[in-house]
């Protein structure tokens, strides 16, 4: 009753791998979605952003939970090194190269497909499904947290990333900036000025050797992105100005307060002769996990076992996504399973075209055992 063809598929995700959608620039790619919607006679509503739209299709089948499948339609930046064009949706065999073949509009192909599917075979299933395609996932997640502003709701999500096993969980991220602020002075008489760039190192070293939150599942990890001081320009001055960005994931049972103030404690502890302000501007996502014996992962795992021979992999992320704003700031109950590829966020991207078949499967069983007929 439900089936998915892999020649559709196919075509479908060269069209959306074909409309080129950096983060900001998704208008195109997602007004493609919503005509595909319309022109297979569902609605598509269009859920403004402060960028381009999120894309939202709402199919109501009578009493029962809320199912969200959801998947972002933007990009990253294409990388050097491609050997076709990002652009082409090149098939060899089995796969799909194109910038966004794996992350993820394959997952968004697989969401599109599965509501389709479910708008056509009522009788089987009762409750709503929702589909929903976000932008700006790879920048600031500005579509996710507009969803989220704008009130979805939903008993269960699952976000289709090129996750092959199944995500239950990952670590949140704070991103906290230092402006260091000292004053300039001739750089043979250092002793009149006070050196940010001297004062944003020593404040380096601290953060460097603070300890990570522990959590018996979830890694966590913390950077220094960068420390910018001084001028551009070769001048023998004492720089005045110094900016480090730090990005620190936080594990649950961690808040961004407690990692603020451990920062302030630091900086209380430079005694610095400059001033060092903190601040933490976005992106900010919450850590998340969700239990293993949840309702969604029992049902995940066990469409996930038919499709496959075997058990799904629970697996815990050290990156961040959209998961972790449904989970957290929605409180939707969300896992990530999507299709299998490799190198996203690098040169010849790819997707296994007939894992989005197989994900296609997994998600309607799913879906069936936790919105069943009545
Ligand atoms: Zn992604």
């Not at 720089?239 to 961690?254: D, F, H, K, M, N």
Request: proline share 6%; aromatic share 8%.
């Amino acid at each position: 009753m439900f089936q998915y063809d892999l020649a559709e598929v196919t075509t479908l995700l060269r069209q959306l791998v074909a409309i080129k959608s950096y983060p900001g620039e998704e208008h195109a790619v997602q007004q493609a979605v919503a005509n595909w919607f319309t022109a297979n006679g569902m609605t598509a509503e269009i859920w403004p952003t402060s960028q381009a739209p999120n894309v939202v299709v709402r199919i109501e089948n009578g009493t029962g939970p809320t199912f969200m499948l959801n998947g972002h339609t933007d990009t990253v930046l294409a990388a050097e090194g491609w050997d076709c064009d990002p652009w082409q949706g090149h098939i060899d065999g089995d796969r799909m190269y194109g910038l966004g073949a794996c992350d993820m509009k394959s997952g968004v192909v697989a969401n599109m497909l599965v509501t389709r599917a479910f708008a056509q075979h009522r009788a089987a299933w009762s409750g709503t499904l929702i589909f929903s395609s976000v932008v700006d996932e790879e920048a600031y997640s500005l579509g996710a947290n507009s969803l989220v502003t704008q009130g979805i709701a939903a008993d269960y999500c699952i976000v289709s990333e090129s996750v092959p096993e199944i995500e239950l969980g990952a670590a949140g991220k704070i991103l906290v900036r230092a402006d260091v602020i000292g004053k300039a002075a001739h750089g043979f008489m250092p002793w009149q000025g006070i050196n940010a760039a001297s004062e944003a190192a020593r404040f380096v070293v601290q953060v460097d050797g603070l300890p990570l939150g522990v959590h018996e599942r979830i890694p966590a990890s913390q950077s220094i992105l960068s420390l910018l001081s001084g001028s551009a320009q070769y001048v023998v001055t004492i720089p005045e100005r110094a900016e480090v960005l730090v990005s620190r994931q936080i594990v649950p049972g961690e808040n961004k307060a407690e990692v603020m103030a451990q920062m302030d404690t630091i900086v209380a502890g430079l005694n610095s002769p400059a001033r060092i302000e903190l601040t933490t501007p976005p992106p900010y996502y919450p850590p998340f996990e969700i239990a293993a014996d949840h309702a969604l992962v029992q049902a995940l795992q066990v469409a996930f076992t038919q499709a496959h021979g075997r058990a799904g992999e629970y697996y815990y992320s050290t990156g961040v996504s959209d998961a972790n704003l449904f989970a957290e700031l929605a409180h939707i109950p969300t896992v990530l399973h999507g299709p299998t590829g490799a190198n996203y966020h690098q040169c010849n991207e790819w997707i296994d075209l007939p894992s989005i078949v197989r994900c296609c499967q997994v998600f309607t069983q799913t879906i069936l055992t936790l919105l069943p007929a009545k």
